[in-house]
C-alpha cells in the first residue's frame, strides 16, 4: 500500500494555520489585558506627569494604533483612545504653533515668501490635529453618548467627569484646529454648540472653572448662541476667579483663546496676566491632573510668544509671562485680586 508524501508547501501552510489559529485565541485576553492596564495605570500615569512633550509625542504617538487595533478582536477601548488621540492631537498642535510661530516671525522681518511658506505648513498641521481630535470625539461619544442627547451621560467616577470635561474642551479644540487649518478637514460647528449644552452636565465650582468657560468660549465663537444680555468677558473673569482658587489655568486659556478669536488684544492680555498671577501663587495644579495643567499653560505661553514675536522677532523671555513688549517688568498681579 502506498501512501502519498505531502508536499513542503502544503506542510507549511497546515503549520502556518496552526500557529495562527493558536494566537488569534490568545489575542482577546490579550486584548482586554492591555485594555484594562492601560484604562487603570498608563492613563492615571500620564494625566498626573507634567512633561507635556514626553506623554503627547510620546505616548499618544506610540500606544494609539496599538490600543486601537484590539478594536479588531475585542470591544473597542474608547476610553484609553480617547486620551490616545487627545495627545496625538497636542502633538500635531504643537508642530502647528512652531510653524506659525516661524510665520509670524517672517512677517514681522518682512520675509514674505518664507511667511506663506510656514503659514501653509502650519495650516497642514492644524488639519492633522483637527482630525486626530475629531478621533477622539469619537472614542468620547462611544464611551458616553452622543452630545446632542437631551440627557446627561451616566458619570459614574472622578475620572469619568474629569474625562467628560476634557473631551467638551477637545471638541472647540477641533472646531479651531479646523479653522486654523482653513476648513480642511470640515469640523461640523454645530458640535460647538452641543459641547455648550453638555457643559451643564458638569459642576463648575468642582472643575476649577471650565464648564463656564467652555459655555463663554461657544459664544465667543459661535455668532448669536450667546443668551440675551450675557456677558462674554464677565462670564470669563467669573471662570477665572474660580480657576484661581483651585490653582487651575484650563479656564484662562479658554479666556484666552476667545480674545483672540474675537480680535480683543486688551482681553487677551488680562487673561495672560489672570494665568501669570496664578502661577506666581504657586498654588498646586489640582491633583493628580498636572498634566491637564501644563498642556494648558504650554498653550498660554504660545498665546504669549505670539504677541513677543509679532512685535520683537523673539519669542516671551524667560519668566516674562504676563508682561509685554514695551512693559517695563513687573511683579504679577496678586492673585487676591481674582477672588
Not at 133 to 149: H, N, P, Q, W
Not at 241 to 246: G, K, L, P
Not at 263 to 286: C, F, K, S, T
Not at 298 to 315: F, H, K, M, P, V
Request: charged share 20%; glycine share 8%; net charge neutral.
Amino acid at each position: 500500500m502506498r501512501f502519498s508524501v505531502p508536499s513542503l508547501s502544503l506542510l507549511t501552510a497546515l503549520a502556518a494555520t496552526l500557529v495562527l489559529s493558536g494566537c488569534a485565541a490568545l489575542y482577546p485576553p490579550l486584548g482586554w489585558t492591555l485594555g484594562a492596564y492601560a484604562k487603570g495605570e498608563v492613563v492615571p500615569y500620564v494625566l498626573d506627569e507634567n512633561d507635556a512633550n514626553v506623554s503627547a509625542c510620546g505616548t499618544g504617538n506610540g500606544l494609539t494604533q496599538l490600543m486601537a487595533s484590539f478594536g479588531r478582536v475585542v470591544k473597542s477601548p474608547d476610553y484609553v483612545l480617547f486620551y490616545t488621540d487627545l495627545l496625538t492631537g497636542l502633538c500635531a498642535e504643537e508642530q502647528a504653533y512652531e510653524a506659525d510661530l516661524r510665520h509670524w516671525r517672517a512677517r514681522q522681518q518682512g520675509q514674505s515668501v518664507i511667511a506663506r511658506d510656514e503659514l501653509l505648513q502650519a495650516q497642514r498641521w492644524h488639519a492633522l490635529a483637527a482630525e486626530r481630535r475629531m478621533k477622539a470625539v469619537g472614542a468620547l461619544t462611544r464611551r458616553y453618548g452622543e452630545l446632542d442627547e437631551r440627557y446627561c451621560p451616566r458619570l459614574r467616577t472622578r475620572d469619568d467627569e474629569l474625562t467628560y470635561m476634557v473631551g467638551l474642551v477637545t471638541v472647540l479644540q477641533a472646531v479651531r484646529s479646523d479653522l486654523l487649518s482653513g476648513a480642511q478637514v470640515g469640523v461640523p460647528r454645530d458640535l460647538a454648540m452641543q459641547a455648550m449644552r453638555s457643559s451643564t452636565c458638569l459642576d463648575n465650582e468642582k472643575w476649577w472653572g471650565v464648564p463656564q468657560a467652555i459655555r463663554a468660549t461657544v459664544w465667543s465663537f459661535v455668532p448669536g448662541s450667546a443668551p440675551d444680555g450675557a456677558d462674554i468677558w464677565q462670564a470669563y473673569r467669573q471662570a477665572g476667579a474660580v480657576a484661581a482658587r483651585h490653582g487651575a489655568t484650563l479656564p484662562l486659556t479658554l479666556f484666552a483663546l476667545g480674545a483672540g478669536n474675537q480680535g480683543r488684544d486688551n482681553e487677551l492680555r488680562e487673561a495672560l496676566r489672570q494665568a501669570a498671577a496664578i502661577r506666581a501663587a504657586e498654588v498646586a495644579p489640582p491633583e493628580p491632573y498636572a498634566l491637564v495643567d501644563f498642556i494648558s499653560r504650554g498653550q498660554l505661553l504660545y498665546l504669549s510668544d505670539q504677541i513677543w514675536i509679532e512685535q520683537t522677532g523673539a519669542r516671551t523671555p524667560a519668566g516674562a509671562l504676563g508682561t509685554f513688549p514695551g512693559e517695563s517688568r513687573r511683579p504679577a498681579a496678586n492673585i487676591q485680586g481674582l477672588l
